[in-house]
C-alpha cells in the first residue's frame, strides 16, 4: 500500500511537470496527452495490478510485471530508434549548412 502512495506521488508530480512543459510550450499538445496517457496507464496499473496480471495471462504471459517489463522495452526500443533517425537528420542537416557557409566564406575570400 505504501508503494503504491509513493509511485502515484511521482507519477502526479511527473504529470505536473508535463503541464508545465506545456504551459511553457516546451511540449506540444500532441506530445503532453501521448505521455500523459502512457502516466494515466502507469497509475492505472498501480492503483489495480490484477489488470495487468489478467492482460498478461490473456497474451499468455505469466506475471503482470513481466508483461509491463516487456512492454516497457518494446517502448524504450521503439523511442531510442526515434531518437537516432532524428538524430542523423540533424547532423545531416547540419552537415549541409557548415558546407554552404565554408562555401560562402570561400567565395567571399575570392
Same mark, same amino acid.
Given at each position: 500500500?505504501?508503494?503504491?502512495? +509513493?509511485?502515484?506521488?511521482? +507519477?502526479?508530480?511527473?504529470?505536473?511537470?508535463?503541464?508545465?512543459? @506545456?504551459?511553457?510550450?516546451? @511540449?506540444?499538445?500532441?506530445?503532453?496527452? /501521448?505521455?500523459?496517457?502512457?502516466?494515466?496507464?502507469?497509475? +492505472?496499473?498501480?492503483?489495480?495490478?490484477?489488470?495487468?496480471?489478467?492482460?498478461?495471462?490473456?497474451? /499468455?504471459?505469466?506475471?503482470?510485471?513481466? @508483461?509491463?517489463?516487456?512492454?516497457?522495452? +518494446?517502448? @524504450?526500443?521503439?523511442?531510442?530508434?526515434?531518437?537516432?533517425?532524428?538524430?542523423?537528420?540533424?547532423?545531416?542537416?547540419?552537415?549541409?549548412?557548415?558546407r554552404e557557409e565554408a562555401l560562402k566564406e570561400y567565395d567571399r575570400q575570392q
Amino acid at each position: 500500500m505504501l508503494i503504491q502512495i +509513493i509511485l502515484l506521488a511521482v +507519477i502526479a508530480l511527473i504529470v505536473l511537470r508535463l503541464a508545465v512543459k @506545456l504551459r511553457s510550450e516546451e @511540449l506540444s499538445v500532441k506530445q503532453f496527452c /501521448g505521455w500523459l496517457a502512457i502516466w494515466i496507464l502507469a497509475a +492505472i496499473a498501480v492503483i489495480r495490478p490484477d489488470l495487468t496480471v489478467s492482460l498478461a495471462n490473456l497474451v /499468455g504471459i505469466g506475471r503482470g510485471s513481466d @508483461l509491463v517489463v516487456y512492454s516497457a522495452l +518494446i517502448f @524504450l526500443f521503439y523511442f531510442i530508434f526515434r531518437l537516432l533517425l532524428r538524430l542523423e537528420k540533424i547532423e545531416k542537416n547540419l552537415t549541409k549548412v557548415v558546407r554552404e557557409e565554408a562555401l560562402k566564406e570561400y567565395d567571399r575570400q575570392q
